[in-house]
Structures are given as structure tokens and as C-alpha cells.
């Protein structure tokens, strides 16, 4: 069996693992497999293994590979999100994880519209208001909701977020705590479902699910370390 296909095997363990020590039901979790900087034979390994759902950061980077790989799969678009490919990725992702403003998202409300698509998305939440990470803050996020929730064409599954890396995953749990409080708290204010939280990666996947995740994204624990950086990557 091939390296990849024993640590994603691994990976659904500890995801399996995960939703028993949290009373949560397997399939509650979706695994994106994130295949940033690996070539299409690596993850044509990790596809043989029975894995649908993959992510990916940059546009041209991922074009290559879901031209190339079956049609079935799933892709998700983790990475920051720039206003000249969005029409791009409407056509080529399934769902979008990063919308961190509202002008982004009247920008993909607009393009849905002239071609006809019902996006799904993740507003991404700067659950630490770090400088280096995008997204709404919570104050911005409650100014933005109503505009939000007019829009016709977005499909809003969920908050999501990229909390800050710690050794000591237990340090990261609050802020997936936190994200999923907001969620809470946002469904009530607004009278809105948001059932969807995105949130833990390869270091800390299993405490996001005991915290709510229902969309990890993990990248590293699967297909090993990456041998160099992606531009504007924040993991
Ligand atoms: C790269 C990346 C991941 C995966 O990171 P790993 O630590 O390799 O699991 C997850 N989310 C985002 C937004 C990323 O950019």
C-alpha cells in the first residue's frame, strides 16, 4: 500500500476515533484531503484509497489537477480568494472556504448571478484578529450579517477559521470553542442555519472535531510535509 494511503487510512481512524470521544455521528465529518503543491500521480494514490473530497489553495495551481483527475471528485477552495479568479473558481470548486469580507462576497454574489450558480461558502472568521489572517472580525461580521443574508445566490454552510498554531493542541481548542459559540450565537440573533464549521487542520483535527468541526482540512498528516511554501498559505 502506498505511504499516502496508510496515513489517510490513519487519519480516518483518528477522525472515527474523534466523533466517538464527541457522541457525534461518523459521517458528521467530511475530510478534505489537501493536496496543495503535490502532483497528480500523489494524489491519483490518495483517489485509489477512496478519497473524494480534496482542497486546494491556489486556482491555476489546482486547474492542472481537477482537468487531469476524475471527474467524481469534490474540490474545495481553502486559500484566499482574489476578485479576478472568482469566476474561475465558481466554475471549477464546489465550495469556497475563505470568504473574509463582505465586498468579496458581493463580488461572488454578482458573478453567481451572471452565471447562474448557487455557490456554497465559508465565511472565514480571524478568530485571534491576527494580522497576517484574513477574515471578518466578529464586530464585522454582525455589521455585515444583514447584507449577508440578502443575498440571493450565496449559500452561507458555515463560519470557518485557521486558528493560531500551537505545540500543545489543547492551547487551540478554545478558539474552536469560540468559533463555534459565534456560530451559535449568530443562528440565534439572525434567525439563520449555519450548520457547518471548518476548522482544524493536521496538527489539531481531533480537537476541532470534539469542538464541532464538521469540515477539517488536512493536508500534511496525509501526504507528508510539503517541500516548499504556497504563496499566501497560512498553515
Ligand atoms: C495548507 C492548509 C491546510 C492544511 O494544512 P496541514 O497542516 O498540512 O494539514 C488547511 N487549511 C488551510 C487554509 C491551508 O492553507
Known amino acids: 500500500m502506498a505511504e499516502t494511503a496508510e496515513q489517510l487510512a490513519e487519519v480516518r481512524s483518528s477522525i472515527a476515533a474523534a466523533t466517538v470521544r464527541a457522541s457525534r455521528p461518523l459521517d458528521s465529518v467530511v475530510l478534505i484531503a489537501v493536496s496543495k503543491t503535490f502532483p497528480v500521480e500523489v ?3 490518495v483517489v485509489q484509497a477512496g478519497q473524494r473530497v480534496f482542497g486546494e489553495s ?4 489546482a486547474e492542472v489537477k481537477i482537468e487531469a483527475l476524475p ?3 469534490e474540490w474545495h477552495f481553502i486559500g484566499r480568494i482574489q476578485r479576478n479568479k472568482v469566476r474561475k473558481l465558481l466554475g471549477q470548486f464546489e465550495v469556497l472556504h475563505a ?3 463582505l465586498r468579496l462576497a458581493q463580488h461572488i454574489e454578482t458573478v453567481a448571478a451572471d452565471l447562474g450558480c448557487y455557490p456554497k461558502v465559508f465565511l472565514q472568521i480571524n478568530t485571534a484578529a491576527e494580522a497576517s489572517k484574513a477574515g471578518f472580525s466578529e464586530d464585522e461580521l ?6 449577508l443574508l440578502e443575498m440571493k445566490r450565496l449559500e452561507i454552510l458555515g463560519l470557518m477559521s485557521i486558528p493560531p498554531a500551537a505545540e500543545d493542541v489543547e492551547k487551540t481548542r478554545p ?3 469560540q468559533l463555534r459559540e459565534l456560530r451559535d450565537l449568530l443562528e440565534q440573533e439572525y434567525q439563520v442555519r449555519l450548520p ?3 476548522m482544524g487542520m493536521s496538527h489539531d483535527f481531533e480537537v476541532a472535531i470534539e469542538e464541532g468541526a464538521t469540515h477539517v482540512r488536512v493536508g500534511s498528516a496525509i501526504f507528508g510535509h510539503r517541500s516548499y511554501r504556497v504563496e499566501g498559505e497560512l498553515g
Open 196 to 198: 457547518f464549521l471548518s
Open 43 to 45: 494524489i491519483s494514490e
Open 71 to 73: 471527474s467524481s471528485l
Open 175 to 177: 478558539w474552536f470553542a
Open 58 to 61: 491556489k486556482q491555476q495551481e
Open 99 to 101: 470568504v473574509d469580507s
Open 142 to 147: 454582525r455589521a455585515a450579517m444583514p447584507d
